[in-house]
């Protein structure tokens, strides 16, 4: 089956961000494609790289960037929530004037149609987040 | 699913958004508005619930200068020229926060919790916020 999943909030604060990787990949093992995984509201926080949790601790956001790096997971930030946030990759820096990009591996920036058309284009979709 | 609904000029899915948050305390409502006039683009079978404390994001007559949030709700009101005209209140929300049909600004239809459970029953995609 296919799914595309929305995760609504930060890492860390909320059990969200974990229990969508954690459906991510137990759908990926059980041969399920993920369509995309889009991070809106404060879910666009799992997208920076400069969060460096305790060493004790799970990266949330690495684990987000491997998952991508191994099965190619398509990982997109909403844009419009992005930039209320500070997430910002390279364009978007140029674009507005910042003096540097957060934006962690394998995660992209784009607006709010790549939610609406994953669940167009998947079997399922579900969102993680109050 | 609706395979049936798959058809060669592109697919048409019922689409509902569960609005159930109150217009300031949060911003799932304000980017819920967002989701909802960018996914109008897309011309699918769209409807809007508000639920919850999600009545108050239409209600009338919205004050925001004390708390220095801008006042969306006049953006509700601009969902038909995008073709997002199935609106539905749940009554029992509305009731138990002691609104009525008048206390809003726009055209809604008022429908039961158990109407809007076989509704949401017939979706194809349920988005909340």
């Not at chain 1, 990787?21 to 995984?37: D, M, P, Q, S």
């Not at chain 1, 799970?58 to 960037?65: A, H, K, L, M, Q």
């Not at chain 2, 609904?5 to 048409?12: A, Y």
Request: one cysteine or more.
């Amino acid at each position: 089956m296919k799914f595309s999943i929305a995760v609504h909030e930060g890492p860390y604060t909320h059990e969200a961000a974990d229990s969508a990787y954690n459906f991510v990949t137990a759908a990926l093992e059980k041969g399920h494609e993920i369509f995309r995984v889009f991070f809106y509201h404060d879910g666009v926080n799992n997208g920076t790289r400069f969060t460096t949790p305790p060493q004790d601790d799970r990266n949330i956001v690495n684990r987000w960037s491997e998952l991508a790096d191994k099965h190619g997971i398509d990982l997109v930030v909403c844009v419009a929530a992005a930039q209320r946030r500070g997430i910002v990759d390279p364009d978007e820096a140029k674009r507005n004037s910042k003096d540097g990009d957060n934006i962690a591996p394998g995660f992209r920036i784009s607006g709010l149609g790549q939610l609406i058309e994953a669940c167009i284009q998947s079997d399922r979709h579900l969102t993680f987040g109050d | 699913m609706t395979d049936e609904m798959m058809e060669e000029g592109g697919t048409v899915k019922k689409l509902m958004y569960v609005c159930r948050t109150a217009p300031y305390g949060t911003i799932y409502a304000l980017e819920a508005l967002e989701v909802v006039l960018i996914g109008a683009a897309f011309e699918q079978d769209v409807c809007l619930v508000f639920t919850d404390d999600g009545v108050f994001e239409i209600m009338k007559g919205q004050k925001t200068d004390d708390i220095g949030m801008k006042n969306f709700s006049p953006t509700y009101r601009a969902l038909e020229m995008y073709d997002v005209e199935k609106l539905y209140v749940e009554k029992e929300a509305m009731e138990q926060r002691g609104l009525g049909e008048d206390d809003f600004n726009v055209d809604v239809e008022v429908k039961s919790a158990a109407e809007i459970q076989a509704l949401m029953e017939e979706m194809d995609i349920v988005l909340n916020y």
